[in-house]
């Protein structure tokens, strides 16, 4: 996390963003016992605070010392929008202006939330409306949970032993979450954390294109599982399709996929994610492609119909031809989902999550990592 995002224009450290470790370590260096950490996050996070003064079993003294160096900024809630089908949307704004689209995906006793991690994406997948817009800025750590915290606050109050408005969360949402590793990795670890959101680490997936570097130092320094956005079965279609692949391509990918599952202290498996493209790569070959390629990676795989956008002229796959690469799937021993399109009425399905920025690269950089904190 750089320093000019974790602290405002007057120098305040702003308390939402930081994780368990960084939350104890401001505390020390405040001549503070480390046991406040807890205190403050789960005023924070669970009760959804935004002011020291409601912080009961903080000392009055200690509050306003806290009021003066910190604040809780979480972003601004321009909109909350239903969906015919009870996806909901809220378009939030940051700072700077620019604002960032979440969705909440309710489905039988589970809800997920569909969380942003930059304002953009510099990759420009040629299916993605996001991508098509170009990319402004990293969010800062303090901006992605701020998403998770705005939506539940949204909930309060309610009973925290019986309801839990959000069972997992996935950064599938604006933005590649790789080429904001450290932003991203903190976040996280506050959905999980028990003294915020708990969200056990298989109910949290991170979404990811493919940024392999990332990829192989993720395993590192969290367990959380993990969805790849593969769309294709061989280089020369995924070249045009995800451009990194151009840099990372499939075998490179599937390895460090592989990696990171066989790091985990608990055996689980990858989300291969499909985008069902019309005429492109829905064909019967493409999933007998697919089924070799995936032989060795401890997968599922989540087709997704297409959501169309007016930029693009590709067209969704008819249901006979989904249906079709799913039984070839199938018999070749797979697990395969097809994602039902949700939210579609009020453009928040999968890739048409666009928000309100400008472009802030120039075409031709498109799809080389811009803020990649990682070598
Ligand atoms: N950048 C990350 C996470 C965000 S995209 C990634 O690419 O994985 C989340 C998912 O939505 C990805 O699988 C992406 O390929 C898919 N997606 C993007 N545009 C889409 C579209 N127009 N229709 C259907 N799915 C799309
Ligand atoms: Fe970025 Fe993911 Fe969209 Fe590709 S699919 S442009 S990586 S958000």
Redo the contacts with the bound molecule.
Sequence with gaps: MTEARTTNTEGKVNLLGLSRRKMEQFFVDLGEKKFRASQVMKWIHQQGVDDFSAMSNVSKTLRERLAEVAEIRGPEVLLDEYSRDGTRKWIMRMAEGNSIETVLIPDGDRATLCVSSQVG?????T??S??KRGFNRNLSAAEIIGQVWAALRTFMPYDRTREKPITNVVLMG???PLLNFDNVVDAMDLMMDDWAYGISKRRVTL???GVIPALEKLGEVTDVSLAI?LHAPNDELRDQL?P?NRKYPIHRLLEATRGYLSGLPDRRRATIEYTMISGVNDQPEHARELAEILRDVPCKINLIPFNPFPESDFRRSSNNAIRRFQDILNQQGYVVTVRTTRGDDIDAAC?QLVGQFEDRTRRSERYIPVHQHVS
């Design positions: 994406c510099s990759l420009d997948c299916f993605c996001t991508g604006m933005g590649e979404s990811t294109s956005s995800v990194i890739g």
